[in-house]
Every structure is written in structure tokens, then in C-alpha cells.
């Protein structure tokens, strides 16, 4: 089983729709959790931290549920600069680990 | 403030050769990571370095090593080239190792 696993993607959704994506992570001793965005064969960029409690910025929404070893993003209304991989991270004795990442398309 | 640079941006080696990338962090950050990412995965861990000593290793062969300068900035050294080193070698910077900014990346490529 692998450390972080997420939905395999692509996501192909209309412009304004909402989305969701839910991240599993394997090791119930993971501090913290993240969620970065990357575009094409560029490096990525951190979206958010994620809180036991939640946290939004925006359209964005993150949720994290340490009973279930579960993160989740909700992004609503999304728009075409939306689309990228998105990727969960966990972090474990001081080290990244990743999930494979889902990539996002928006379509017009 | 000037993000994580990286060089070079790009680099073509051989088979058996060996190659350095180096890393600045942000001003300030005393952290660097070396991640590496193949088309179509996440990043994987290679190295992290705070305050110069190394924090982690991830499960890359001996060929990978690298270190960390007085001034934070950081090298990747890779010998021994094989194929299957072509990636993109990404460097991240961060306070205390836990909200990590990521330079551009050099990509690698093995011939």
C-alpha cells in the first residue's frame, strides 16, 4: 500500500463547478499535511496547510481527519486557471512524502 | 525577496558521468530538501539538510550525497550516472522543514 495515495484523476469539470479531492495517507504517526499545486513541468507551489479543524482561503477548502487518516480540498467555482495536478503531502519525521498527485482540467 | 534558485536549469549527461545541482534557499530559511520527480509522480525524497547536518535520507543508492554550506545553500551530487536518473531534481527551502518553497527544478537528462 502505498504512504499517500489519491484519486488517479485526470478530473475533466466545467468552468463554475465544484470539486473535490480525497488524499488517504497510510502512517497514523504523520504530522502535518499539505496541499501543493503543480503545472505542467513546473515546480510546485504550496496551496495550503491543512488543520484538523479546517481551513479555507478563498474558494479553497481543506479538511483533514486524523481518525480516518484522510485529507480532502474542496474547490468551488472553479475557473480555468484551476487546472494543474494536485498533489497531497504528509509529512513524517521531518520528510515529504507524496501522493502521486490528480490532475485537474477545466473545461470553458 | 528572491524564491529557491536553482542551477543549472538544464543538463545532459552521459551514462557513468557525474553531475552536481546546486541550490539557494530563501533568505532567512535555513532548511534545504532535495526531491526527485519523475513524469507523472509526486516528488520523491531524497535529502534534507537544517543548519548544515543532514535531518533524512530517502531510499536513493549512495551514488546520490549531498551537503549544506555556512551560508545554507546546497549541492546534490549524483555519480555514476545510470538512465534512469533522468528526472527533475527539485531543491526546496523552508524555516524549520515543514511549509517547504520549491525552486524551478533541473532537469536531468541521461543519455
Known amino acids: 500500500r502505498k504512504e499517500v495515495e489519491q484519486d488517479p484523476g485526470p478530473f475533466n469539470v466545467p468552468e463554475g463547478a465544484t470539486v473535490a479531492f480525497n488524499c488517504t495517507y497510510s502512517?497514523?504517526?504523520?504530522?502535518?499535511f499539505f496541499w501543493y499545486r503543480q503545472d505542467c513541468r513546473k515546480e510546485p507551489k504550496l496551496l495550503m496547510s491543512?488543520?484538523?479543524?479546517?481551513n479555507e482561503d478563498g474558494r479553497f477548502t481543506a479538511q483533514l481527519n486524523r481518525a480516518s487518516q484522510y485529507i480532502s480540498l474542496l474547490i468551488r467555482d472553479s475557473k480555468l486557471s484551476d487546472s494543474a495536478t494536485y498533489l497531497c503531502v504528509v509529512i513524517l519525521n521531518y520528510q515529504l512524502i507524496w501522493g502521486a498527485g490528480t490532475k485537474l482540467i477545466i473545461k470553458p | 525577496d528572491a524564491g529557491v534558485t536553482q542551477s543549472p536549469t538544464h543538463l545532459i549527461k552521459t551514462r557513468g558521468q557525474q553531475v552536481t545541482l546546486r541550490c539557494s534557499p530563501i533568505s532567512g530559511h535555513k532548511s534545504v530538501s532535495w526531491y526527485q520527480q519523475v513524469l507523472g509522480q509526486g516528488p520523491q525524497f531524497i535529502f534534507q539538510y537544517y543548519e548544515k547536518e543532514e535531518r533524512g535520507r530517502g531510499n536513493f543508492p549512495d551514488r546520490f550525497s549531498a551537503r549544506q554550506f555556512p551560508n545554507y545553500s546546497s549541492e546534490l551530487n549524483v555519480n555514476a550516472l545510470l538512465l534512469g536518473d533522468s528526472a527533475l531534481y527539485l531543491c526546496?527551502?523552508?524555516?524549520?522543514?515543514?511549509?517547504?518553497?520549491f525552486g524551478p527544478g533541473t532537469r536531468l537528462t541521461v543519455t
Open positions: 526546496a527551502s523552508s524555516i524549520d522543514s515543514y511549509e517547504q518553497y
Open positions: 491543512v488543520y484538523s479543524s479546517g
Open positions: 502512517n497514523s504517526a504523520s504530522q502535518s
